[in-house]
C-alpha cells in the first residue's frame, strides 16, 4: 500500500477533536502542526477543504509535505498565522473552527482577537492541554454557548474536547462545571474516563487547598469550595 492510499492515523485527543467537526465542513485548523487532523478529515471524504495554520514555519512546512504525501495538498490552504489573524476566513468560507494542542488561555486569547467566531453558525472545535476552566469562563462569559463535550485520553493524560458556538447570551457555571463541563457532568459514570478526571481534579484541588492552609492563604476559601463540591458529585455518582 502506497502513502497515496493511507490516513495518518490520529490518537484519542485527536480523534475525539476530529468527531466533533460537521460533516461537509470547511475547516481552518489552527496549529496544525503536522497536519494530520484535516488530513484525516479530507481522507475520510467528511470535509471539502481546509485551511491549515501554524505560527512556526517548521510545522507548516511538514504539515505542506505530508498534505502532499497524502494527496490532498489541493484541498489545504497553508498560512503562516498567529491564530486566526491571516487566516481568509470569510472567504474560504470557514465553518468550522479546530484550536487543539495549546492552553485554555491562549485558545481564549485568539477567540477573543477574532468577530468572525461570534456567529451562530460557525462551530468552535476546542481542545485545551490545560487550564480548560480559564476557557470555560471565556466561552461563558463571552456569549457561546457549549453544544458538545467529550473526555479523551492519550498518552497517560486525559482532556477535554469541547464545541461550542456563539449565542450571545452570557451563561452562569459552578466552579466544578467549568472544571468539568455540564455535559460532562450529565453524562457521569456513562463516560468511562470520567471517574479518573473527577478523581484527577479531586486530588488536584486537594493538594492546592492542602498547600494554601500550610502557607497560610487567606483566598483558601473558593478551593475548600470547589473541594467540597467535587467531593459531593463523586459521593452522588457513586465514585
Known amino acids: 500500500m502506497n502513502d497515496m492510499q493511507k490516513t495518518p492515523q490520529l490518537d484519542d485527543r485527536m480523534a475525539k477533536a476530529a468527531s466533533l467537526v460537521r460533516e461537509g465542513a470547511t475547516i481552518a485548523d489552527v496549529g496544525t502542526d503536522h497536519g494530520y487532523l484535516p488530513i484525516s478529515l479530507l481522507r475520510a471524504g467528511k470535509i471539502r477543504r481546509a485551511a491549515a495554520s501554524d505560527i512556526h514555519r517548521g510545522p507548516l512546512m511538514h504539515?505542506?509535505?505530508?498534505?502532499?504525501?497524502?494527496?490532498?495538498?489541493?484541498?489545504?490552504?497553508?498560512?503562516?498565522?498567529?491564530?486566526?489573524?491571516?487566516?481568509?476566513?470569510?472567504?474560504?468560507?470557514?465553518?468550522?473552527?479546530?484550536?487543539?494542542g495549546m492552553g485554555g488561555e491562549g485558545i481564549a486569547r485568539i477567540l477573543s482577537e477574532s468577530a468572525y467566531v461570534r456567529n451562530a453558525k460557525i462551530s468552535l472545535i476546542l481542545q485545551p492541554m490545560s487550564a480548560t476552566e480559564k476557557l470555560r469562563v471565556y466561552l461563558a462569559g463571552a456569549g457561546f454557548a457549549i453544544a458538545e463535550e467529550r473526555i479523551a485520553a492519550s498518552k497517560g493524560k486525559l482532556y477535554q474536547c469541547i464545541c461550542a458556538q456563539y449565542d450571545g447570551i452570557?451563561?452562569?457555571?459552578?466552579?466544578?462545571?467549568?472544571?468539568?463541563?455540564?455535559?460532562?457532568?450529565?453524562?457521569?459514570?456513562?463516560?468511562?474516563?470520567?471517574?479518573?478526571?473527577?478523581?484527577?481534579?479531586?486530588?488536584?484541588?486537594?493538594?492546592?487547598?492542602?498547600?494554601?492552609?500550610?502557607?497560610?492563604?487567606?483566598?483558601?476559601?473558593?478551593t475548600r469550595f470547589l473541594l467540597e463540591e467535587l467531593l459531593q458529585i463523586a459521593k452522588d455518582k457513586g465514585i
Open 63 to 100: 504539515a505542506m509535505a505530508n498534505a502532499k504525501k497524502y494527496g490532498v495538498a489541493d484541498q489545504i490552504r497553508f498560512f503562516l498565522s498567529d491564530g486566526l489573524q491571516n487566516i481568509p476566513l470569510q472567504d474560504m468560507g470557514i465553518t468550522d473552527i479546530v484550536i487543539c
Open 170 to 222: 452570557p451563561k452562569n457555571c459552578t466552579p466544578a462545571e467549568l472544571l468539568l463541563g455540564k455535559q460532562i457532568l450529565q453524562r457521569g459514570a456513562a463516560d468511562p474516563l470520567f471517574s479518573p478526571l473527577l478523581q484527577k481534579y479531586i486530588q488536584k484541588t486537594r493538594q492546592e487547598y492542602t498547600g494554601k492552609l500550610q502557607g497560610g492563604a487567606a483566598d483558601g476559601k473558593q
